[in-house]
């Protein structure tokens, strides 16, 4: 079955950096984009970054040109670094990836915080 685990969360200061990670099983990784959204507290999930299945990739206007999407086929993992972070950014980082079914990981939480 479809599994994707995420990695890399934790506590940072303003302006500093994260590099999240999302290992996938269980589907043919490389044919399939993978997308990394995030939900902050009493706020509705949001779609972060997408990188298509051929690398093209694509960023919400609030994370363009600090965050980075990224992916490696031979490990089946996908990558959000995330730099010069803002209070903003805090959330939980969701993994996500649609076979035909929309299929999450379990969340990771990044808080930015002084």
């Known amino acids: 079955q479809v599994q994707l685990v995420e990695s ?3 506590l940072v200061q303003p302006g500093g950096s994260l ?13 399939y984009g993978m997308s990394w959204y995030r939900q902050a507290p009493g706020k509705q999930r ?4 997408h990188i298509t299945s051929a690398g093209s990739t694509n ?8 965050f980075t999407i990224s992916r490696d086929n031979t490990k089946n ?3 959000l670094q995330m ?5 903003e950014d805090t959330a939980v980082y969701y993994c996500n990836v649609l076979t ?6 379990q969340g990771t939480q990044v808080t930015v915080s002084s």
Request: glycine share 16%.
């Open 8 to 10: 890399g969360g934790g």
């Open 19 to 31: 590099r999240l990670s999302c290992a996938a099983s269980g589907f043919t990784f490389s044919r």
């Open 46 to 49: 949001e779609l972060v970054a």
């Open 59 to 66: 960023y919400a206007d609030s994370v363009k040109g600090r």
């Open 77 to 79: 993992t996908s990558y």
């Open 83 to 87: 730099n010069s972070l803002k209070p």
């Open 100 to 105: 035909g079914l929309n299929y999450w990981g």
